[in-house]
């Protein structure tokens, strides 16, 4: 079992910056491939970005391209949401995810593992 538990999510105004955290346990962070998805009221869950447990290869969604930056640190257990730019449309709640097998897609079906999820709110 892999433990996942996200932080900080919070109320930004629009063009404003935030970093989410995910911590993950259970398992040797350095096996697993993790990623973000995001849901907002209303609408279908969206592939946000993920990184192979590598490092080596890392996927955004189009939305969110040139925006939003992930990374880990294999020594915290750590993957971060660095999102900048943010726009109301960017409100939804973020859910951290990780894979088993190490690589990564943008389909949900990939990912074994799901946080309970942090709420982003972005004002205009």
């Known amino acids: 079992q892999v433990q996942l538990a996200e932080s900080g999510g919070g109320l930004v105004q629009a063009g404003g910056s935030l970093r989410l955290s995910c911590v993950a346990s259970?398992?040797?962070?350095?096996?697993?491939?993790m990623g973000w998805f995001r849901q907002a009221p209303g609408k279908e869950r969206e592939f946000v970005a993920a990184?192979?447990?590598?490092?080596?290869?890392?996927l955004y969604g189009d939305s969110v391209k040139g925006r939003f930056t992930i990374s880990r640190d294999n020594a915290k257990n750590t993957v971060y949401l660095q999102m900048n730019s943010l726009k109301p449309e960017d409100t939804a709640d973020y859910y951290c995810?990780?894979?088993?097998?190490?690589?990564?897609?943008?389909?949900?079906?990939?990912?074994?593992?799901w946080g309970q999820g942090t709420q982003v709110t972005v004002s205009s």
């Open positions: 990184v192979s447990s590598s490092g080596g290869r890392i």
């Open positions: 259970g398992r040797t962070f350095t096996t697993l491939g």
């Open positions: 995810v990780a894979t088993l097998t190490g690589a990564i897609m943008s389909m949900s079906a990939w990912y074994n593992y």
